[in-house]
């Protein structure tokens, strides 16, 4: 086919969540194919980004409970909106871009004492993921078009073919058919004359001889 079936299995191997024996399977799969290693690429940046941009690290000590443990925010969060992206990774880059935005904007409010810091990714790169992810979609998009086509033109070809297969068998079946009444109709012929001839010869012989 024109383009990988293994959408699923990526993510799942991105995110970490396959058995050891798939997982490396998959690693597998990702170096000897370049679509998908440009696909786990994506989907590493995206996670990374998630969780640059949603993970508050500059929380104030005073909302810190004493004897919490210690969970990272979000964890259920970043699987499905990696898992989103792996469904549509332009519609999750520019969402990832207005989120990621917001939060720094949201921060800033929230927290105007806090020091300020250098944010992981710059505007720009944001904006050039977005636009790569947007492009790298759009291409596999194309691609799955560009297949199911090509297997639409494969089926209607087949069809052609069996549809005149048809169309060959019906003419050779009406031309057996013809052959076979003009052979009988000869043959009937043949056998009317034969009659006729029959029926006039006893006449002819019993006519008296012309006398002189």
């Not at 990988?4 to 798939?22: I, M, N, Q, S, Y």
Request: glycine share 4%; aromatic share 6%; proline share 4%.
């Amino acid at each position: 086919m024109g383009y990988c079936e293994r959408d699923v299995e990526l993510t799942d191997w991105v995110l970490g969540e396959l058995p050891a024996e798939k997982a490396r399977e998959v690693e597998r799969h990702v170096t000897q194919c370049a679509e998908c290693a440009r696909s786990a690429e994506r989907l590493r940046k995206l996670q990374q980004t998630l969780t640059s941009h949603l993970t508050d690290r500059d929380m104030p000590a005073r909302l810190v409970f004493v004897g919490e443990p210690a969970r990272a925010p979000f964890a259920n969060f970043w699987g499905s909106l990696v898992r989103t992206a792996a469904l549509s990774a332009a519609a999750a880059a520019v969402f990832l871009a207005i989120l990621a935005f917001g939060s720094v904007s949201l921060k800033s409010r929230l927290l105007p004492a806090a020091t300020p810091r250098e944010a992981a990714l710059t505007r720009a790169e944001i904006q050039d993921f977005v636009k790569q992810a947007v492009a790298e979609q759009a291409a596999l998009e194309r691609k799955q078009i560009e297949a199911g086509n090509a297997q639409l033109a494969a089926s209607l070809r087949q069809e052609q073919a069996a549809g005149l297969s048809r169309v060959a068998r019906q003419l050779d079946y009406v031309e057996t058919a013809q052959n076979t009444v003009w052979k009988q109709m000869q043959q009937q012929n043949e056998y009317v004359s034969l009659i006729a001839r029959n029926s006039l010869q006893p006449a002819s012989l019993s006519k008296p001889p012309a006398r002189r």
